[in-house]
């Protein structure tokens, strides 16, 4: 069974809260090449959470996704304010759109991060493309 | 420090950035993202390319940070960012080599609306958008 229309609004259980530390920032800072002095991560750094919101996506059996065979085509963040060390992240993944054609499928998820006292932090909106096994 | 108001035209670069394949290592143990597309060349062969390409994340990323220091030098901080677009056009090839592969991050203030600025990005390899409809809103 591949993914389709009718998953829309599918919404996986929340991740394990993922404890925010000044080392994962600092190496993420240098991945970057970010420069700025104060004690925010980067922007993107989100990410690093959103991806582990992705994993159950893609553990999902019903929806047969292999992440080898998925192209991300564009990436959308809205924050409130930046991610720092100290943060306690929830992450929770929503489908949005999905279009099946041909053999490929363009599908559109949403992660919501927001801190365990119920802070909401950032919204991640990813549209991937993925391609199907043959049958 | 006092922020300066953001206007129309404002902006930085373009600034050469160079992309190795040790940094595209980097950027998997700092991001968790080992899909050996962007390390192997073998994993790259298998997918009919000539060599492994940069994360797009780790392009966006990158970007960002010119963004994110040029900022700074108007007295804000990466918490005036509201948000951030980008479509993934064209791969970043990296193949493996000591000078890597350079790509050109510019950034303009396109509209400044209701206090937030809209700054388009242009991210290129050798003049070809990499990163489509870049733009990042920033809190004015």
Redesign the interface.
């Known amino acids: 069974m591949p993914i389709t229309p009718e998953h829309v609004g599918r919404r996986y259980p929340v991740t394990k809260p993922y404890l925010v530390s000044q080392a994962k920032i600092d190496e993420f800072r240098m991945a970057v090449g970010d420069r700025t002095t104060g004690p925010q991560a980067p922007g993107t750094f989100a990410m690093v959470i959103g991806a582990l919101a992705w994993d159950g996506l893609f553990a999902d059996a019903e929806l047969g996704l292999g992440l080898h065979r998925t192209m991300h085509a564009d990436q959308r963040f809205a924050w409130s304010r930046q991610l720092r060390a100290g943060d306690e992240i929830n992450a929770v993944l929503v489908v949005d759109k999905v279009r099946n054609r041909g053999n490929v499928d363009m599908i559109t998820v949403t992660v919501e991060l927001s801190t365990t006292d119920g802070e909401q932090v950032c919204t991640a909106t990813s549209t991937l493309i993925h391609t199907r096994e043959e049958a | 420090m006092a922020r300066t108001p953001l206007t129309e035209g404002d902006g930085f670069g373009p600034v050469e950035?160079r992309v190795t394949r040790t940094?595209l290592v980097?950027?998997a143990?700092?991001?968790?993202?080992f899909?050996p597309?962007h390390h192997s060349d073998r994993a790259a062969r298998e997918l009919g390319l000539d060599t492994p390409i940069a994360h797009?994340?780790?392009t966006?990323?990158?970007a960002?940070?010119?963004v994110?220091?040029w900022l700074?030098s108007t007295g804000r901080?990466?918490?005036d960012?509201?948000?951030?677009?980008?479509?993934?056009t064209r791969p970043v090839p990296v193949p493996d080599t000591a000078e890597g592969t350079a790509i050109t991050i510019a950034g303009r203030v396109v509209t400044v609306v209701d206090d937030l600025a809209v700054v388009q990005l242009e991210v290129s390899l050798d003049d070809q958008t990499v990163l489509g409809n870049a733009k990042v809103e920033v809190r004015a």
Do not use: H, K
């Not at chain 2, 960012?81 to 993934?88: C, I, Q, T």
């Open positions: 950035v940094d980097r950027y143990g700092a991001s968790g993202d899909n597309i797009g994340m780790w966006m990323g990158r960002l940070s010119e994110s220091a700074e901080t990466p918490d960012l509201a948000g951030y677009f980008v479509r993934f």
